[in-house]
């Protein structure tokens, strides 16, 4: 069983940039394929970017293309979203998740294991 934490989340006004950071609590999670979403007040849980386990390829919403980068530390058991050229749309709890299996999922009931999310607020 793989915990999942998150950190680095805040108020950052718009144009600002935050680097998000998750934290696994196994080394297994080295061959999980990873990912973050988000989810604003009233919407669904969004995917934002999603990383295999060798973090070879890569995945971007195109709402954040250009801005958000995706990477992973395996010898530290991360994953992290740094996030550029932040907009007020960006505003939401961001999850940090994975699954066992290597391949990028985009849906958010493929994944196992979740963090307990973090607030990001971007201010206009």
């Known amino acids: 069983q793989v915990r999942l934490v998150e950190s680095g989340g805040g108020l950052v006004q718009a144009g600002g940039s935050l680097r998000l950071s998750c934290a696994a609590s196994d080394r297994t999670f080295r061959s999980y394929a990873a990912a973050w979403f988000r989810q604003a007040p009233g919407a669904g849980r969004e995917l934002v970017a999603a990383?295999?386990?060798?973090?070879?390829?890569?995945y971007y919403a195109d709402s954040v293309k250009d801005r958000f980068t995706i990477s992973r530390d395996n010898a530290k058991n991360m994953v992290y979203l740094q996030m550029n050229s932040l907009k007020p749309e960006d505003t939401a709890v961001y999850f940090c998740?994975?699954?066992?299996?290597?391949?990028?999922?985009?849906?958010?009931?493929?994944?196992?294991?979740w963090g307990q999310g973090t607030q990001v607020t971007v201010s206009s």
């Open positions: 990383i295999t386990w060798s973090g070879g390829s890569t």
């Open positions: 998740a994975a699954r066992s299996s290597g391949p990028i999922h985009l849906v958010s009931s493929d994944y196992a294991y």
